[in-house]
């Protein structure tokens, strides 16, 4: 889904020149100070705007900027008293500067700097507070957001789309650096840092490796996310840091009193054994033009919309029979594979599956405000519970409206989210798993999909955690206040912050230690937590625990859809008391030390972003061509609305098709463009494509080949006829992707759980259909020699990627100790000698066993299926 922004050539100089960004990560939370250095090289004086992204989470609480030498606190307003003020200073000749949120989401903020003179420098320094979430691996992850990819805006939609008048330059060519510098805390020891951009050596600045510092290779181009995963030595010990208040702040109020910070992961016990897991799963896919673009921008990567469809079959390989499902897709319009859910049996599955298969990126914009209506619409089965399934890459303006939907609804379903590729909405992710109770997973890079989407199926599957409530032990004359309402939902493995405020003063006598007790009920069970903390406060200028207690109640108070006037009251008195903005408040600065007014006309110059690679695409092929691009908005935006069609006798194209095919190949991967001996910048021929060149391939047949995209290109008007074929002997058509063979042995497996044996088996095992049956053990059924064959293939070849076919397994442990039991060892046996080569002697061990499980430095007893490989 694609509003496209403005493609510019433009020679004006781009007046910021750089971004310096600071980092301290102390376990769980980053503290953030990036500073924007401008410099104007015109002769008049110039207005710059900077529209970019940052987390939805993420707690802005100081704005300060230095111009001519002189250092300006901004000051934080009611949003129109700033906006105002700012006004007033640029109509006055002065230096002023103003930050704020959009006013329809929170990860979108603009920044804009007003009567910067001729030749005049200015600094401007945002900081912020951001709690940051473990990943399935452990890893803490932190993300500096580049990408700020184009809001759709639905048809009717009210307020502006700051994002489609970005202006936009092809990758490597952005006039501004980025330079980055992280110092990382961690008490328990830090392992190792990994990330996808380029990053100097990690140096250890204490000995028992619990302080670290990294930082980003020169030359780095902030046309991607940077990220950072950070590995603890121990990530699970729960901890707690009291914080004093803010000196001169008010007794009793929030920034006044200590605050309190508890990290916790609660020991959720496994499931009792033989309950049968029961539930609706409603998987909602995006299926909007970008889907189409590739995950990690590198076309030997797959694109989103084929990570998407293997994550679907893997979900659907792994619910449990008797549950019901169903799948929407939703662009501009949107669709669902049954009228209401079904019953989740072989023959659904079967049915299902095929149509996932055939799924495509083809429904134009984002409109998934309908299909979630659509879905809330249809009743909820009794002793069902509703899961939903979202999968979007995330790129809507109409975020609260969403997000009001969901949390209308939250009382009957729980929401699991996933934001696909770089620049996915940080707002409208984690804010429909917050408003429904689920949980909010991000795929970026060379992540797969199907392991975050299996791990919240997970949790999906599990009963709910029932009853949580915290009480607290203090010393006489001290008491605990929640900020916010706590945590609502728990998972296994989750990891819980939770922030109280310490009100009055200690009347005991010599008291250093209180004690939080997180209590709950699982499965007709009550489990408590238990965690000491000391009373002594730390003081800190910065505040990091007051300002995330703050930003946690203004979300609360400012949450979609919530909009009594007593509510908005304490949230803007919240933010304007913490410092932290929010959607009514914004930060001024005005430089009240100019002598004289700046006189002469003021010329807006917006910061440009990179080309993303979907408007890359268009741009790419006009200039391949020698025409123009003029991308417009539409009503849904569809890429290839917005590109001219390439005239099919045009004597450019078919003298050098080559030239074509590989820009468009380079533009969709977000290559820079190169001078050519073709003589267009971007004609992007040199080197002539090789024989077998795969996107000269894929994109000649994608011109000239496929009418469905002949028929988008040409905006939606179908030619009478097909374009003659190119003569040029490298424009074969691409075959069809082939699967790999874990996605094609996850095919195969039925619902129940068990594998046929078929030549589809006997192909990934490299053996015959009749060599297989010739080692079955006598008296067990082919059904039940297949699975255990497959179990044994997973385990040697895929072991790595157990995470996607975990439940699949416990599926099939289930389905054999019920037909196969007393047969299992010897079929184990025998699979372990006809596989022996590859398996390399590996031994198989199938029981039913007592399972110690270690979380959070706690041990719990559980009753689980073994696999033991030994």
Not at 406 to 434: P, Q, Y
Not at 837 to 848: A, G, I, Q, T
């Amino acid at each position: 889904m694609t509003v496209c922004g403005l493609v510019t050539n433009s020679r004006e100089p781009v007046p910021l020149k750089s971004i310096s960004v600071d980092v301290v990560v102390r376990g769980f939370v980053a503290d953030v100070v990036s500073e924007l250095r401008y410099h104007n090289e015109e002769k008049s004086p110039v207005e710059v705007v900077f529209v970019f992204p940052l987390d939805d989470e993420a707690a802005v609480y100081a704005f300060e900027g230095l111009i001519g030498g002189t250092r300006i606190e901004a000051q934080i307003r009611e949003k129109k008293q700033a906006e105002q003020e700012y006004e007033d200073a640029l109509s006055e000749g002065r230096q002023a500067f103003l930050l704020g949120r959009e006013e329809n989401t929170s990860d979108i903020f603009t920044c804009s700097l007003g009567n910067l003179p001729p030749d005049g420098e200015a600094t401007l320094k945002l900081s912020y507070i951001q709690a940051l979430a473990p990943e399935p691996d452990g890893a803490i992850r932190f993300v500096l957001p580049a990408v700020l990819n184009p809001r759709y805006a639905p048809q009717g939609s009210e307020g502006g789309n700051v994002t489609k008048s970005i202006p936009r330059l092809p990758k490597g060519q952005l006039p501004y650096t980025l330079s980055l510098s992280a110092t990382l805390e961690s008490p328990y020891g830090i392992n190792r840092v990994e990330s996808k951009c380029t990053l100097e050596p990690l140096r250890y600045r204490a000995e028992d490796r619990t302080i670290a510092q990294v930082s980003l290779a020169e030359g780095h181009q902030f046309d991607q996310d940077v990220e950072l995963l950070i590995y603890y030595e121990d990530i699970h010990k729960p901890s707690a840091l009291l914080e004093a208040g803010k000196p001169g702040a008010a007794a009793g109020s929030l920034m006044g009193d200590p605050a309190l910070l508890l990290t916790l992961y609660p020991s959720v016990p496994a499931p009792k054994p033989g309950q049968k897991a029961t539930g609706e799963f409603l998987f909602l896919l995006d299926r909007s033009g970008s889907m189409g673009s590739w995950t990690d921008r590198n076309p030997d990567s797959p694109k989103r919309i084929q990570s998407a469809k293997e994550t679907l079959i893997f979900l659907l390989k792994s619910l449990p029979l008797g549950c019901y499902f169903n799948i929407y897709g939703f662009g501009s319009t949107h669709d669902s594979f049954y009228p209401q859910s079904v019953e989740y049996t072989q023959e659904t599955m079967s049915k299902s599956l095929q149509r996932v298969k055939e799924l495509e990126a083809d429904l134009g914009g984002t409109e998934i405000l309908r299909p979630l209506k659509a879905i809330y619409s249809q009743p909820c089965r009794e002793g069902y519970p509703r899961q939903l399934f979202v999968f979007t890459d995330g790129e809507v303006s109409n975020t609260d409206e969403v997000i009001a939907e969901v949390r209308r609804h939250s009382s009957s379903h729980r929401c699991f989210s996933f934001g696909i590729g770089e620049g996915a909405s940080t707002a409208l992710i984690k804010g429909i798993a917050r408003a429904a109770g689920g949980s909010a997973e991000f795929i970026a890079g060379k992540e797969r999909m199907q392991a975050k989407a299996l791990q919240s199926l997970k949790k999906a599957l599990q009963p709910a955690v029932t009853r949580i409530s915290l009480s607290w032990d203090l010393p006489p004359g001290l008491k605990a206040e929640l900020v916010g309402s706590g945590p609502q939902v728990i998972f296994q493995g989750q990891r819980c912050l939770i922030y109280a405020q310490i009100h009055g003063q200690d009347q005991s006598s010599g008291s250093t230690e209180g004690t939080a007790v997180l209590q709950y009920q699982f499965q007709d069970q009550t489990f408590k937590e238990t965690l000491k903390f000391s009373l002594s406060s730390q003081e800190t200028d910065r505040l990091p625990v007051h300002r995330l207690a703050a930003q946690t109640l203004l979300k609360e108070l400012e949450g979609a859809g919530e909009k009594g006037e007593e509510k908005q009251r304490l949230a803007l008195e919240t933010s304007l008391s913490s410092g932290v903005v929010c959607s009514q408040t914004a930060f001024v600065g005005v430089n009240m030390e100019l002598g004289t007014a700046l006189q002469g006309p003021l010329s807006r110059r917006d910061i440009p972003h990179a080309l993303q690679a979907r408007m890359a695409l268009c741009y790419a092929q006009s200039a391949s061509l020698g025409t123009s691009f003029s991308p417009m908005p539409t009503a849904g935006c569809n890429l290839m609305v917005s590109c001219s069609p390439p005239p099919m006798q045009h004597p450019r194209l078919v003298k050098s098709s080559a030239c074509g095919g590989m820009a468009l190949s380079y533009a969709q991967s977000a290559f820079s463009p190169r001078p050519t001996a073709c003589g267009s910048p971007m004609d992007f021929c040199s080197p002539p494509p090789p024989t077998q060149h795969p996107c000269f391939a894929k994109s000649s047949a994608y011109l000239f080949k496929d009418k469905r995209a002949m028929k988008m290109m040409s905006g939606s008007r179908m030619l009478s006829s097909p374009p003659p074929p190119i003569q040029n002997s490298h424009s074969e058509p691409t075959p069809r992707e082939k699967e790999s063979p874990l996605l094609s042995l996850v095919s195969l497996q039925n619902a129940n759980g068990s594998w046929p044996l078929d030549s589809g088996l006997a192909t990934i095992l490299d053996l015959s259909e009749a060599e297989i049956s010739s080692k079955s053990p006598a008296q067990v059924t082919p059904d039940a020699w297949a699975t255990v064959l497959a179990l044994l293939w997973l385990h040697s070849s895929a072991i790595d990627q157990r995470d996607e076919w975990e439940l699949l397994e416990t599926k099939a442990l289930s389905w054999l100790q019920a037909t196969a039991g007393s047969q299992l060892a010897q079929c184990v046996k025998a699979g372990n000698e006809m596989l022996g080569s590859s398996l390399r002697k590996v031994y198989f061990r199938f029981s039913s066993a007592v399972c110690r499980a270690s979380r959070g430095g706690r041990t719990s007893i559980e009753v689980c299926w073994r696999i033991e490989l030994r």
